[in-house]
């Protein structure tokens, strides 16, 4: 018996597996991708973290902690340069563009513009997110915003309350 020459394949569909490739995260690296909430969990957690670790040596430490937290400022400012070119890596821009962030609002495009879908000029995507990337990146921007609160409504009381009592 012959077959038919133009006869559809005949397979089965699940035999046929579906790779697909990430880029692992760097954080310490200029190349990469990274993508908008794990760059907002870690510039948000950066920060925090930053300022955290440089108020415990001042605190601790006085002149010489003030010395160190200047320090760890600028290894925050390294970091956050770091992942926010990894950030237009992934919208497949060089590293170049975030010159672009000193124009106020502009620096607003790394947090709500895509990323490339699959492969691009700078490699692999990046990594679905963690549990942990996904809370930070939810629950980091929504304390900022209650401290900023908070601290509009107990700044000026507390100054308020300084007045009366003739203090200061």
């Known amino acids: 018996m012959s077959s038919n020459p133009y006869a559809a394949p005949r397979a089965a569909v699940g035999d046929v597996e579906t790779v697909q490739e ?5 954080l310490w690296s200029a190349s990469g991708r990274i993508g908008r909430l794990r760059y907002l969990a870690y510039a ?3 920060t925090i973290a930053a300022v955290a ?14 010395v160190l937290a200047v320090l760890v400022y600028i290894a925050a400012t390294v970091f956050s ?3 926010m070119i990894q950030r237009s890596h992934d919208m497949n821009w060089t590293g170049w563009t975030i010159l672009l962030s000193i124009i106020p ?12 879908e699959g492969v691009n000029d700078y490699g692999a995507p990046p990594p679905p997110n963690t549990t942990a990337v996904k809370v930070l990146g939810i629950v ?4 900022v915003v209650l401290v900023g609160i908070l601290a509009a409504i107990a700044i000026p009381a507390y ?9 200061g």
């Not at 990430?22 to 760097?26: L, N, T, Y």
């Not at 040596?57 to 010489?64: C, N, T």
């Not at 100054?159 to 203090?167: E, I, K, P």
């Open 22 to 26: 990430f880029q692992e995260i760097r």
């Open 44 to 46: 948000i957690g950066g």
């Open 53 to 66: 670790v440089a108020g415990v040596l001042v605190a601790a430490m006085g002149g010489l902690g003030a």
């Open 81 to 83: 340069i770091l992942i």
């Open 105 to 116: 609002f502009v620096g607003l495009i790394w947090l709500f513009k895509p990323g490339t």
């Open 140 to 143: 980091l921007p929504i304390l």
């Open 159 to 167: 100054a308020d309350y300084v007045r009366r009592t003739g203090g």
